[in-house]
Nanobody, 125 residues
Framework: QVQLVESGGGLVQPGGSLRLSCAAS?????????MGWFRQAPGKEREFVAA????????SYADSVKGRFTLSRDRGKNTVYLQMNSLKPEDTAVYYC?????????????????WGQGTQVTVSS
């Protein structure tokens, strides 16, 4: 099994920043897996935010966060970070970290096999 633990959510004012972390572990976790972040606002479907490959560090972002959010990874710690800047009220959601059994970036919920418990991000004045 693979365990994913997110942290770093909270309440922030518009224009502020937060950094989310996702620590991966487990007997079957492979450092070759691609990782992704998704978010889900109340009454809406879970949507893709960003993804990264462990090996080459390739990244991809949803248009709504491009230029504001940045993904990075620490391979030694099996941890992925999502730096979120210039936050907007519409970024308010529960953010989920996910891992897929592939080296290739994934963009849909169904492509990911493992999920964290989620962390709440609220952007409000």
């Amino acid at each position: 099994q693979v365990q994913l633990v997110e942290s770093g959510g909270g309440l922030v004012q518009p224009g502020g920043s937060l950094r989310l972390s996702c620590a991966a572990s487990g007997r079957t976790f492979s450092s070759s897996y691609a990782m992704g972040w998704f978010r889900q606002a109340p009454g809406k479907e879970r949507e893709f935010v960003a993804a990264i490959t462990w090996t080459g560090g390739s990244t991809s972002y949803a248009d709504s966060v491009k230029g504001r959010f940045t993904l990075s990874r620490d391979r030694g710690k099996n941890t992925v970070y999502l730096q979120m800047n210039s936050l907007k009220p519409e970024d308010t959601a529960v953010y989920y970290c996910a891992s897929r059994r592939s080296r290739v970036l994934g963009y849909t919920v169904s492509e990911y096999a493992y999920w964290g418990q989620g962390t709440q991000v609220t952007v409000s004045s």
